[in-house]
């Protein structure tokens, strides 16, 4: 019953900034920690950003600097705000979510479909 749905990808000009957005609906008791990845044609999903469920954060060494990654408790909703952006940033982004579901006791990983972003002139 749980999902987690991405929205705000597109095309973006080289220096121009981009905000994701990801939710979660369903059966959820409580979401520890919400990753953003992403994935390049060819190329394997590699992470982006962390967001614990205080707040801490920590980064890709790629990213650090140009992205921030926040999210919104009460919405079981995290954002990824993207600014001086590359060429090399062009893949899908994915969102992660460690997520308890009501009338469990173990926590799983879930996964978003998935946005594309292209940062193209």
């Known amino acids: 019953q749980v999902q987690l749905v991405e929205s705000g990808g597109g095309l973006v000009q080289p220096g121009g900034s981009l905000g994701l957005s990801c939710e979660a609906s369903?059966?959820?008791?409580?979401?520890?920690?919400m990753n953003w990845f992403r994935q390049e044609p060819g190329k394997s999903r590699q992470w982006v950003a962390k967001?614990?469920?205080?707040?801490?954060?920590t980064y890709a060494d790629s990213v650090r600097g140009r992205f921030r990654i926040l999210r919104d408790n009460d919405r079981n909703a995290v954002y990824l705000q993207m600014n001086s952006l590359k060429p090399e940033d062009t893949a899908v982004y994915y969102c992660?979510?460690?997520?308890?579901?009501?009338?469990?006791?173990?926590?799983?990983?879930?996964w978003g479909q998935g946005t594309p972003v292209t940062v193209s002139s």
């Open positions: 967001i614990t469920r205080p707040g801490e954060t």
């Open positions: 369903g059966d959820i008791f409580n979401i520890r920690d």
């Open positions: 992660n979510a460690r997520i308890l579901r009501q009338r469990s006791d173990t926590y799983t990983d879930y």
